[in-house]
C-alpha cells in the first residue's frame, strides 16, 4: 500500500485532489472494487490492456481502463494484487519517483 500511496501523493499538486483521487470499496458478491482517477496524471493517454481471470465464484480478478480511470474488481483476496497490476503498470511510465 506504501506504492500507492506514494503514486497518490505524487498526483496532489493542489488541485488534482480536489477533482480526483482513488476509491477503494467492497461489493457485495462478496469481494473489492477500485477506482483510480488517472485524468491530469501521466498515465491520462497510455494504454492499458484489461485483465480478467475467474476460475471460481471465489477465485477471479478483472482491471481496466474506462473513461480515464483504472477500474478493477477482485474476490475478497486479491486487493492488494489489482492494486499491484496498477502499480507495476504505472511504475512502466515515467514518474516523478521510483514507486
Request: negative net charge.
Amino acid at each position: 500500500m506504501l506504492r500507492l500511496q506514494q503514486w497518490y501523493q505524487e498526483q496532489c499538486n493542489d488541485d488534482w485532489e480536489h477533482s480526483y483521487g482513488v476509491d477503494i470499496g467492497t461489493l457485495d458478491n462478496p469481494g473489492w472494487r477500485v477506482e483510480i482517477d488517472l485524468a491530469e496524471t501521466p498515465l491520462e493517454h497510455k494504454a492499458f490492456s484489461p485483465v480478467e481471470f475467474e476460475r471460481s465464484d471465489d477465485d477471479w480478478y478483472g482491471c481496466r481502463v474506462r473513461d480515464k480511470k483504472y477500474i478493477a474488481a477482485c474476490d475478497p483476496l486479491k486487493l492488494l494484487y489489482v492494486i499491484k497490476i496498477f502499480l507495476d503498470w504505472a511504475c512502466s511510465t515515467t514518474m516523478k519517483s521510483e514507486l
